[in-house]
């Protein structure tokens, strides 16, 4: 098979439309992470939850998923930050792998949950711009993944705005570097702590509103992306939502690639490949912190 | 040698032995099979859950991919009846063997990483390994492994006119694997593990290779969970990867040590003679998703509520103190 | 068996912690190891005992290259080690934390062996208590017990005697010159210059990574360069 240019280019576009979406689910994971020094495993069964509100808002009120994305956001901080404080406050302190057991059990309850109300049905929204698409140059762009990637393109940069420019979200940068000498300036790092796992829960479920134009809500939809976070943040570097930001960028472009070139069931596996060895081989991922010992 | 830290008055392990033997008589009586089916996975799950306590209660090493090498173990049995006509029980030599030798491999580079950077890593490993077991056509790719069904052999080693087979032999296997944990436990062997479990510069300061003792017993748990394996393709008959290596398996592998206490002799036994009657019944009651909902539920209890297990909990609220007393 | 240490060095980023170090200590020798806070003392002591990587040097005990083993390997050599936090076994009885240790240097039972460690070091009333619930003193002696299984040639120690109060100040000083009599070598890192220029027979001071004065507790108590690092001026 002869590769095209224009193939190309057009797959690595793809690349570069999912991989926003990626980036945004990673922040979320990283800064969970990196504040709270939670690997939270049920981070893609609450991204599953917000692909659902969004599905059900446009299937009873007709909402747009970039309009019921406005609301999901807070809906899903309240209920990051009431995890936090009945779930994962009591063991904030506890060994690590305690912290994965209870995250990893959060996400059969709710996968489960879901799968039991709403079977394993596959859904998906339509929109007025779902079978939109403009011709450019060769190069194809439907409108879904266009608007998408502009919505968390916005949504990153929000964020940023957000952890450098607001009180709150200094507050959370200064925990994440030192938890101890947080609390000795002041910082009520408990409720920081719930504020990081609202905001964080938050950026996953509105990732997955958006990309229901295109995407299948089903119970499983969020396996995919959790797991491509996970390679996301030890490629930007643990608790670094930047390197978050353009390590889902690059996963994005890698794996849209690989499925040009090579083979499409490739992908995840290639992936996971990456994981291991940048874990493996480059603790420190692109760009700093160690991440063993 | 000297008296050791016993976990427990020994009458407590030659109960459960004893209750475990008396299993092996009540069947005589008469049971439906439905109970005996219900006992089989108990055996079953208590057996892989030793398996996968090995290396999780003796190096604190939580492994999330054990599903891997329970798959590896089944694989290994249904290739070789289905592919070469050759006995399944042959897959006790050949399936603990790649499990072991996939340990080493993946032990080598994960076992220099963290607690939950190591869980994480064995996650990833055993999710590879069903991808690539989805897309294999030498096993079946997605579709599996079909037996073709032979009544009652032992030297096909399936029994489907009678269960009662099977369920001694999950019997057999868990004595066995109750037995070598008791064999690790009071053996220098076992007493550097959980050397290295409690400080692992300290076991290094006093010689202890500590890489190539989390390898040995890596690959014996890796080993004992493939075994685990074996059986459970010899009684269902059936294979595909989601449903010998998928993260449900990691959780019906783990769960039962994690309730009854990882790092006791008894503790995996204990937990799954909870779970997995109690899983029957809900999935009887309330359907299979409720059941894994519930499981999840069970899985944030203990760490909540019991972190260090039942067994460990009931050990160091009443009986150690009354030993200390003596 | 002599303990040889020659140039070695360990830089972190731009800043060199230990700086050309070299000296030899004989057999049954009582060394100690001072310096101001941040002279390196620490960082000296993980790269003899194998647990940092060093950029430079070369340490041997009895002719034999040890530069590169890892910590087990020095352990089987004959190099023991103690921290200053002790690294006990938590959740093993005292006991278990002598049978643990690996029995390479010694023909006799290790039965016996342990008996008589637990004779040397007084902890027979503690026999079978979880290491977790000793006090911290009794954690330190049960180091040094490990230590005493090991059958060691030269014994590295860490600030053996912080957070020790006097009675068993005293007990563990008594452990470690029972040991020296058997002809076992001692390097010990400490703080507290007192405790030792009154035991050691020797002392080596470091500052800034370098060895600045080597010599009797008499000479280095009045050294100049010694008296400035400690005072700075």
Partial sequence: MAIEPTALIQSILAGVFVGAIYSLVSAGLTLIWGTMRIVNFAHGALMMLGMYMAYWTWYFLGLDPLLSALVIFPTFFALGYAIDKFLLRRIIQASSVAQLLITFGLTLFIQNVVLYFWRSDIRLVTTSYSSLYWHAGGLVFDAPHVIAFFAAILCGIGLHLFLTRSSIGLAIRATAQDREAAQTVGIETKRIFGMTFGLGTALAAVAGAIITSYYPVNPDSGNQFLFLAFVVVVLGSLGNYLGALVGGLIIGVVQSTTGYVYLAQAELPLAFVVFLAILIFMPEGLFGKRLRR | ?326 | MSFSVEHVTKRYGGVTAVDDVSFQIGKGEFVGLIGPNGSGKTTLLDGLGGYIRKDAGRVALGGHDLSKAPPYELAKRGVGRTFQVPRVFDNMTVVENLYCVPAARSSEPKEKRVEDTMEMVRLASVAHEIAKNLSGGQKKLLELARVVMLNPTIVLMDEPFSGVDPAMLESLLGLMREMNKEGRTFLIVEHNIAVITKNCGRVICLDEGKVIADGSPGDIRNDPRVIEAYLGT
Avoid: C
Wanted: aromatic share 12%; glycine share 10%.
């Fill in chain 2, 1 to 326: 040698m000297l008296t050791r830290s016993e976990l427990l008055p020994k009458n407590v392990y030659l109960l459960a032995v004893g209750l475990l033997v008396a299993t092996a008589v009540v069947p005589v009586v008469g049971l439906s099979n439905l109970i005996i089916d219900v006992m089989l996975d108990l055996f079953l799950f208590a057996f892989v859950s030793l398996g996968w306590n090995l290396l999780a209660g003796f190096t604190g090493q939580i492994n999330l991919g054990p599903a891997l090498y329970f798959g590896i173990g089944a694989y290994s049995a249904g290739v070789l009846f289905q592919t070469y006509r050759i006995t399944p029980w042959a897959a006790f030599v050949v399936g603990p063997a790649i499990a072991a030798g996939l340990a080493l491999i993946t032990g080598y580079p994960t076992f220099k990483l963290k607690g939950d950077y190591y869980a994480l890593a064995t996650l990833v490993i055993s999710q590879i390994v069903l991808l690539s077991f989805l897309a294999w056509d030498y096993v079946g790719a997605a579709y599996g492994l079909s037996y073709d069904i032979i009544p009652f052999s032992w030297y096909w080693f399936q029994f489907n006119t009678n269960h009662l087979a099977y369920y001694y032999i999950g019997l057999v296997m868990v004595l066995g694997a109750l037995g070598l944990t008791w064999r690790i436990r009071n053996s220098e062997f076992g007493l550097r593990l959980m050397a290295i479990r409690d400080d692992e510069e300290g076991a290094k300061s006093i010689g202890i290779n500590t890489l190539r003792y989390k390898l040995v017993i890596s690959m014996i748990s890796a080993g004992v969970i493939a075994m685990g394996g074996i059986l459970y393709a010899q009684y269902t008959l059936y294979l595909d990867p989601n449903s010998t290596m998928s993260l449900t398996i990691t959780a019906d592998i783990a769960l039962p040590a994690l309730l009854g206490g990882v790092g006791t002799i008894l503790g995996p036994l204990l937990g799954a003679a909870i779970i997995q009657p109690l899983e029957w019944l809900l999935r009887f009651t309330i359907g299979s998703n409720l059941q894994l909902a519930i499981r999840g539920a069970i899985f944030m209890m203990i760490v909540l509520f019991i972190p260090r297990g039942i067994m460990q909990t009931v050990v160091d609220k009443y009986i150690r103190p009354k030993m200390v007393k003596k």
